[in-house]
C-alpha cells in the first residue's frame, strides 16, 4: 500500500526566499505524481502535474521534480510571497485508474 | 481544465440525520469518481472509489452502510452520511476521472453535526 511523507510538515519563512518541499513515496510504480495547494477550508488547487516517464515540470515560479526510483519528489517555489502561504500536499498515482494517494502536507508561512 | 463541482459547500445538520452531498462533473463524462475525507490538519483519506453503474468500492474501515454511495450517471455521483453523528463532521471532497486520465477535485463539503 503505497505511504506518502512530506517533510517538513510546517515550514515559516520570511518573503522571497527560495524553498524546498519535500515528498517520498513507499511504491515507485506510479503513474504520474501531482503536488497541490490547499488553502485553509478550501477545496485543492493542482500545481503541476509529472508523468512517471518525466524528471521535472516548471510552473512560473513553482519546479517539481521527480526521482520517481528513489520514491521522492521536491516541490521548489522561487522568490516565496505571502500570497504562497498555504497547505502544499503531493499525490502520487498507481497505474490503472486508481486514485491518487496524498501525504499529510507542508503548512508554508511566508512572513511578509 | 474540466470542472468539477459540488453541493451543498456546507452544511450542518442534527445528530441522527441523514445528509446527501452531490459531485458532478460539468463538461465530461466520469467514468470513476472517488470520495475523499479530511479531518482537521490531516491529509485527505480516500473512502471509496464509485464507477458508474456499479457498486463502490469501499476502503478498509469505511462504513458502506453508514455512507451511501450511488453513482448513477456518468457526471453524477451522490454521497449519502446516514444517521450522522458529530464524529462524522468533516471535509469531504470528490474527484472524478475519465478512462483513468487526471484526476479532477471537487471544491469540497464542509459538514458539521451538532
Known amino acids: 500500500k503505497q505511504e506518502v511523507t512530506q517533510i517538513p510538515a510546517a515550514l515559516s519563512v520570511p518573503e522571497g526566499e527560495n524553498l524546498v518541499l519535500n515528498c517520498s513515496f513507499t511504491?515507485?510504480?506510479?503513474?504520474?505524481l501531482q503536488w497541490f495547494r490547499q488553502d485553509p477550508g478550501k477545496g485543492l488547487t493542482s500545481l503541476l502535474l509529472?508523468?512517471?516517464?518525466?524528471r521535472e515540470q516548471t510552473s512560473g515560479r513553482l519546479n517539481a521534480s521527480l526521482d520517481k526510483s528513489s520514491g521522492r519528489s521536491t516541490l521548489y517555489i522561487a522568490a516565496s510571497q505571502p500570497g504562497d502561504s498555504a497547505t502544499y500536499l503531493c499525490?502520487?498515482?498507481?497505474?490503472?485508474?486508481?486514485?491518487?494517494?496524498f501525504g499529510k502536507g507542508t503548512r508554508l508561512s511566508v512572513i511578509a | 481544465g474540466a470542472v468539477v463541482s459540488q453541493h451543498p459547500s456546507w452544511v450542518i445538520c442534527k445528530s441522527g440525520t441523514s445528509v446527501k452531498i452531490e459531485c458532478r462533473s460539468l463538461?465530461?463524462?466520469?467514468?470513476?469518481m472517488f470520495w475523499y475525507r479530511q479531518f482537521p490538519k490531516q491529509s485527505l483519506m480516500l473512502m471509496a472509489t464509485?464507477?458508474?453503474?456499479?457498486?463502490?468500492?469501499?476502503e478498509q474501515g469505511v462504513e458502506k452502510d453508514k455512507f451511501l454511495i450511488n453513482h448513477a450517471s456518468l457526471t453524477l455521483s451522490t454521497l449519502t452520511v446516514t444517521s450522522a453523528h458529530p464524529e462524522d463532521s468533516s471535509f469531504y471532497i470528490c474527484?472524478?476521472?475519465?478512462?483513468?486520465?487526471?484526476?479532477?477535485f471537487g471544491p469540497g463539503t464542509r459538514l458539521t453535526v451538532l
Open positions: 474527484s472524478a476521472t475519465h478512462r483513468g486520465d487526471t484526476q479532477y
Open positions: 511504491d515507485s510504480a506510479i503513474y504520474n
Open positions: 509529472i508523468q512517471s516517464s518525466q
Open positions: 499525490a502520487p498515482r498507481g497505474s490503472g485508474n486508481t486514485p491518487l494517494v
Open positions: 463538461d465530461f463524462q466520469a467514468t470513476t
Open positions: 464509485s464507477n458508474e453503474g456499479s457498486k463502490a468500492t469501499y
